[in-house]
């Protein structure tokens, strides 16, 4: 089995990110990753060893094993995590700003679709920007939700 990572790994020993390094070739090709500072600036520099691929398929695998087995504490913690920001919103917010917000939401973020249409900006940049304007619509619809019973994501 192979998983392929979609994440960044740092080093514990100097911050750098780990890079996905080849080692080898034909069968006796193997991976590896490698902290890029060690990489490019030798052992001087950082002293961390390369992690074999398997091993941190492994030790993934082992933390995800972990977290399926504590389902039910993980999602009571969730749960509860999810309540407070809630709370605390629904405290911080009248109806009428949550109201306002949402539609202020809901605007910049036709804003952002439609200045990403006409200029073609970096994937990543609007990404990273819808991402956090669509977080917040849903917790403000959360806590409209929590307040008066409608679910306003019907609405919108």
């Given at each position: 089995m192979s998983i392929r990572f979609q994440v960044s790994f740092f080093c514990q020993n100097c911050g750098s990110k780990f890079r996905r390094h080849r080692w080898g070739t034909g069968k006796h090709k193997k991976y590896v990753w490698q902290c890029i500072n060690r990489q490019l600036n030798g052992v001087e520099?950082?002293?961390?060893?390369?992690?074999?691929?398997?091993?941190?398929?492994?030790?993934?695998l082992r933390a995800m094993n972990k977290v399926i087995g504590l389902k039910e504490a993980f999602m009571k913690t969730l749960i509860q995590?999810?309540?407070?920001?809630i709370n605390n919103v629904e405290q911080e917010y009248s109806m009428e700003q949550i109201d306002s917000r949402l539609t202020e939401l809901q605007q910049e973020l036709m804003s952002l679709v439609r200045l990403n249409a006409k200029t073609g900006l970096d994937t990543r940049v609007v990404d990273k920007e819808y991402s956090t304007l669509a977080a917040e619509i849903e917790l403000m619809a959360a806590v409209f939700v929590?307040?008066?019973?409608?679910?306003v994501r019907e609405i919108l």
């Open positions: 520099s950082c002293s961390t060893k390369p992690v074999k691929e398997k091993e941190l398929e492994q030790a993934f995590n999810i309540n407070k920001r929590f307040k008066t019973g409608v679910d």
